[in-house]
């Protein structure tokens, strides 16, 4: 089992910045990727950026360029830059395992007003 709590999300106006952070916790050892996805209301849930264990990143080309993912002492991070009303969902973090099993974070909010 893998336990995920995120943090960080909140209201901000467009051109501003937010941290996003997932703190995992439990079988970590198990860990293979983990990511950020986002979905907003009415539409589909979106991979948002996404980082291996050995540290190769991914990001979807909406974000490229103003999001930045990273992980650091079994806490997932995502730094926002230059957000766009467009940006706004819930945001919810994602880990898989080598045994393939997806374990997903509670999510927050992120607002972001034009």
């Known amino acids: 089992q893998v336990q995920l709590v995120e943090s960080g999300g909140g209201l901000v106006q467009a051109g501003g910045s937010l941290r996003l952070s997932c703190a995992a916790s439990?079988?970590?050892?198990?860990?293979?990727?983990m990511g950020w996805y986002r979905q907003a209301p009415g539409k589909q849930r979106e991979l948002v950026a996404s980082?291996?264990?050995?540290?190769v990143a991914n990001y979807a080309d909406s974000v490229k360029g103003r999001f930045t993912i990273s992980s650091a002492k079994n806490t997932l991070y995502l730094y926002m830059n230059s957000l766009k009303p467009e940006d706004t969902a819930a945001y919810h973090c994602?880990?898989?395992?080598?045994?393939?099993?997806?374990?997903w974070g509670q999510g927050t909010q992120v607002t972001v007003s034009s």
């Open positions: 994602n880990v898989a395992t080598w045994n393939k099993i997806n374990y």
């Open positions: 439990g079988s970590i050892f198990r860990i293979s990727t």
């Open positions: 980082i291996t264990s050995g540290g």
